[in-house]
């Protein structure tokens, strides 16, 4: 079949983008600053996949990913430092809790529509960071220490795997669900789609792979503390999927490896940093409000040509 | 109620705050008929269609569908015991292709879960081709499978008009409600539209109930006619008793447009 | 008669957040926008009015009335340049403008002058006295009766005067508004004017009662100020100072029980239980969508 030779086309293009990535490393070639910025960009990159899942595609608008964030990074790092246990165990552990935290926030909170879903988001975000600044097992505002355990092999892989499954899940029945109700949920509802279902199951999926870039984050860094995890966390995941195009999947990821690049960039002048990014997010409001690539994907753009060309013949 | 009883309504009725926009609604359609429901603007056609369908709960009365009682339930579960509707002002999905609006509708058809579409199982390819299959059948119907990959918000008002009731149709249907499925259109597009409802029904053993304000249309092919004004029926009978009902036309001076 | 004092400190703090709540209910009321950037009015008015004190040497009530002045001309420079063209829009694009100018606004503070902490002069002295047993702060007071005075002159503006009968017809029905002859762009500018005005009375009040300033102070306020606007009912101006005083007080008394850390939790609890349970807030009234 023509769509299977083009998703093997993709993942052998995806396995020497690792392969290289990996000789780079092994080699030295690059130093642990760029090790880093590959790392960070892996992390990025699964943040705005999952968020793109819940605003992009099913048009609920949450401005609290990072809540999930630091559920995924805290109770990994309770699994590895406290438990003993392994990483991949860890991973797991605290993508399913905050997927679980996805559930426990979304039942609530997705009957609300639009402005009030967003503030609802935020605030059990905000809620989120509240109750682990109180837990002292977890080092209250101190913060944990967690041992570094992030390889590039996880960082590529658990993003490579939201790719996947993310596409893989909009690529149906059930996205086509999502879809419609972004686009009408009344009519999607009239249409015979348990819309509160999907919205759940959207938003459940996004928690769930926030909380595997959690677990791959604080592995990646020494000591997590719940000021990391704050709504200035959630809005950055946000402009990523804001610039990529509100729909588009490539888009998301074409931006959060861009704007890793530009942050790592101006890590030494924070305020310039914000500065250009909030003016970006306000200008591309103003001017181009669907983002970089709208609801297109990267793909979309070699086939429309094709397509023009066609229907010129007919 | 007789065993050919699709549709009865008791008493239905709505109260937005305090005010009674509906009342006393009382209707039976049997299987297979085609009746219209007309009323000035205002009456309280749009909303007793909502509540037919689950978007508003009625404050009083009783739905009962098929021999179950719909009060209380969702609008999907309603559409899936076998009630789907258009909208008077379109509601597509507009950035979907024409096929997916179709497809969507067809949600139900094939069951594969979120896991199997996950991990592309052969369930998942196999419920997708179903679909894809059985929503090319509607769009052919309907002459609209050469636009199936255009996106809906391109397609020409009249396609768009179409589009929504082969959608309507893809959620397998024993009674379908029209609103308005006639407004906007030009006469042609109407007689077309006409020859169309008329097809669809015989062809898939549907009843239909549809508000029109096009009395070309409504009294060309509805068997009955239900009359509502300000939230009441105020008739109910075949095109001529209602053409030569006293009340009927007392409702609609005034307004302009009687036909 | 130690609650007496917790009630009064509560409400204190609560006509702070309502006076900021009064600026997002009427701008929400008006053209259906969470002005995200309004704690940071907020905070600039705070800024203003330390300038005004320490360095331009004014009393606490000139600087309170330039900080009013400057931050109704920033609000209406916020709204004609970055939110006038999302008019017609969707609702996630302004929402996304406006944490964008948000930010745009800490950051250009913080580029100029720093993050760090800024200690408010002491241009009134906080006396404590003693009312029927209960120990109470003259800066409570003064709070009290400064935010009282301008929610009254604000409920003067809304139903006496011209342009507030003309925000109530736009807020109600703009395009009819419009049609009745009513300068709508104008009538939404004159909504921001007053709503920042307040915000930053409410700044440099803070900054008295507080004492510590700094660029990212209108963060957290500012969403309290709005969880208070919905808890009363988005839209609707005294619902905003009662749920701001509401707020104030449920914050004073879970402090009083010994959860001070927890209770920054507290309101964005309220603000879920609110929205789940009776979304339209105390005073709101149910709206539906048209189909």
Redesign the interface.
Known sequence: MKKSKIFWGYLVLALVIYGVGQALISMNVIDLYYQNMLITMCINLMLAVSLHLVIGITGQFSIGHAGFLAVGAYVSAIVTMKLGMPFIVAILAGAIVAMLAGLLVGIPTLRLKGDYLAIATLGFAEIIRIVILNIDYVGGAAGMQVSHMTTWTYAFFTALITVIVISNFTKSRHGRACISIREDEIASDAMGINTTYYKVAAFAIGAFFAGVAGAIFAHNTYIIQPASFGFLKSFDILIFVVLGGLGSLSGSVISAILLTFVSAYLANFPETRMIIYSLVLILVMLYRPTGLMGTKEITDLFKSKKKGGMTHDE | MTSNTLLQVENMGIT??GLKAVQGVNMVLQQGELVGLIGPNGAGK?TSF?ML?G??KPTEGNITFDGNLLNGK???QV??SGI??T?QNI??????SVL?NV??????L?K?T?LS????LPT?FS??AK?EQESLAFLKIFGLDKYK?ELAKNLPYGMQRRLEIA??L??KPKLLLLDEPAAGMNPQETQDLMELIAFIRKEFGLTILLIEHDMNLVMGICERIYVLDHGQLIAEGTPLEIRNNPKVIEAYLGEEVVD | MEWIQQLINGISIGSIYALIALGYTMVYGIIKLINFAHGDVFMVGAFIGFYAIAKWEMNFFAALLLAMMLCAVFGVIIERVAYKRLRNSTRIAALITAIGVSLLIEYTVVFFRGAQLESYPKTIENKTITILGAQIGTHSILILSVSIGLMILLQFIVQKTKIGKAMRAVSHDADAARLMGINVDNTISATFAIGSSLAGAAGVIFGLYYTKIDPFMGVIPGLKAFIAAVLGGIGIIPGAMVGGMLLGVVETVVSALGFSLWRDAAAFIILILILVFKPEGIFGKNAREKV
Do not use: C
Request: proline share 2%; charged share 25%; glycine share 4%.
């Open positions: 937005f705050g749009t909502n369908t978007v508003y969702q609008p999907y559409t899936r789907s509707r909208f509601r597509l999905f507009k950035d979907l997916d497809k969507v509708a067809n949600h139900s094939a594969h979120i579409s996950i991990f592309r998942h419920g997708e679909m990959d959608r309507a893809a959620a």
